[in-house]
């Protein structure tokens, strides 16, 4: 397994800086979010083999097993490696590694090396908030290459200690074992005909609860086996699935299944298909970003009133959302994250941008400062936001509704372009991060020069105004303030 470099042609770089770039740019950068995950899953091997004992044989065992699953079936290997959740955990317990390296030989790492470990540990933080510690144990590295098997259908056996009573694959699901005690061990087996088993066994290596039978798919699920839920399949084939049991770390994430029932997913089932059947009609070139592959939503829990959603850098391919009302809502909720994780994983590819904690900026869609990292985020994913709701004041067939998608598409046409003219001032982007924004301005200018209803260009202004406002009131009287301490 080698990782290769990755390149993007000049014209789709301009066309997902527009705003687009459609199926085949998602699919380069999935293959490179792949190659990123492989490399670090070599380095999580690396690292433990220097620490030396019981972890440099369990990270060495579950290489080899990634090979082996590779060789059987490469397609299969690389659902594991990219799904959403792997991320955020390969670069945790990356990180997990480093630190404790470093902290036995006490020596600083090579420049190379801590920059690498710089970047896991912001994901740890994420991937491990609440946990206690700062990245998985390295028997998930082991369920990992277990998970990969699976879906290879690689005949043979592997086992590694449980934690708790449940047993994990990832990107499979799970299932559970009332009866685990401490040293029981989770035990595969994949059989020539490439079925799978898992059981649990004890300290003496007796089977003491199962076979319980594991979909090599990841989703779905028979008897004691929980996976992901299907809530729609794509054009091409591709799954969009709820996960409340593998899912990448999110605040307010919906914690078990219980908080799920037959009429919640039902209603989650409604409205997703609401939304891809309007995206298709509507945003044709949106929706096969989204059927480009694999699509995780994870629910989350909303604290107040309002849809709340998120993306994680680390976590391509997922989307966090609140339980969305209508099939609008969820369309557009979307279109704005699929914007935050294409620019996540173009910054990945690409340095836009010099890294600076100096400065925090305006951003019209929040009520506190943003560094410009967020800002740049934020513009792209409302230009994709303004997009949709110049599509939807064409398409909506509700008068009531048609003058809303006027209003929100004024607004947040408005809001983009004034981040993005205010990322264009900072003087710290690259000359690939000033081509980037100049296309989004491109595309900014061209919306702006749309013609909108009177009044709804009065109601957007008149909410711009007040936004800005209400932050000045709150965060001081400058656009650019200092950052805070803490």
Avoid at 220 to 248: E, F, H, K, M, S
Avoid at 353 to 367: G, K, N, T, V
């Amino acid at each position: 397994m080698t990782p290769v470099p990755h390149g993007m042609p000049g014209v789709m770089f301009d066309a997902v800086a527009a705003g687009g770039g459609g199926a085949a740019a998602l699919e380069l950068l999935a293959r490179a979010e792949h190659s990123r995950r492989l490399a670090c899953a070599y380095a999580v091997t690396r690292t433990a083999g220097e620490l030396g004992g019981a972890s440099a044989g369990e990270a060495g065992r579950a290489w080899e097993l990634f090979d082996a699953a590779t060789r059987a079936d490469p397609v299969a290997t690389a659902a594991v490696l990219s799904h959403p959740a792997a991320g955020p955990a390969l670069f945790g317990l990356l990180a997990r590694l480093v630190r404790e390296r470093d902290g036995r030989t006490g020596e600083e790492p090579e420049e190379t090396a801590a920059e690498t470990a710089e970047k896991a540990e912001a994901a740890a933080e994420k991937a491990a908030a609440g946990t206690g510690h700062g990245g998985p144990p390295i028997r998930w590295f082991t369920a990992l290459a277990a998970a990969a098997a699976v879906r290879a259908g690689l005949p043979g056996r592997v086992e590694w200690p449980v934690d708790g009573d449940r047993v994990a694959l990832p990107s499979l699901g799970r299932t559970r074992f009332p009866g685990a005690r401490p040293g029981d061990r989770a035990r595969l087996r994949v059989t020539a005909d490439g079925r799978s088993l898992v059981t649990l066994a004890d300290a003496s290596g007796t089977d003491t609860d199962g076979p319980v039978p594991v979909p090599a798919r990841g989703y779905g699920g028979t008897g004691r086996w929980q996976g992901a839920r299907l809530l729609d399949t794509l054009d091409g084939g591709a799954p969009l699935l709820l996960d409340v049991l593998d899912q990448p770390y999110f605040p307010n994430a919906a914690p078990h299944p219980a908080d799920l029932g037959a009429g919640e997913t039902r209603h989650w089932e409604t409205v997703a298909r609401e939304a891809c059947a309007l995206l298709r009609a509507d945003l044709p070139q949106a929706y096969a970003e989204l059927a480009a592959g694999p699509l995780l939503l994870v629910p989350l829990v909303s604290r107040g009133p309002g849809q709340v959603s998120g993306s994680s850098a680390e976590a391509f391919g997922c989307v966090a959302l609140s339980r969305p009302p209508t099939g609008t809502t969820f369309a557009v909720t979307l279109v704005h994250e699929m914007q935050h994780n294409k620019l996540a994983a173009l910054l990945h590819l690409f340095d836009l941008l010099e890294p600076s904690d100096a400065e925090r900026f305006y951003a019209p869609w929040r009520p506190d400062p943003r560094p410009l990292l967020g800002l740049f985020h934020g513009a792209y994913a409302h230009l994709g936001v303004a997009r949709f709701w110049n599509a939807r004041r064409e398409s909506e067939p509700d008068p009531a509704l048609r003058a809303t998608a006027h209003v929100l598409f004024a607004r947040w046409r408005l809001a983009a372009r004034e981040a993005t003219v205010t990322v264009l001032a900072s003087n710290r982007l690259t000359g690939l991060g000033e081509r980037f924004a100049g296309q989004m301005l491109t595309t900014l200018d061209a919306l702006c020069a749309l013609p909108v209803p009177a009044a709804a260009r009065h109601r957007a202004e008149s909410a711009a105004h007040a936004h800005h406002t209400a932050w000045h009131a709150r965060n001081g009287t400058t656009l650019r303030v200092p950052a805070r301490e803490g």
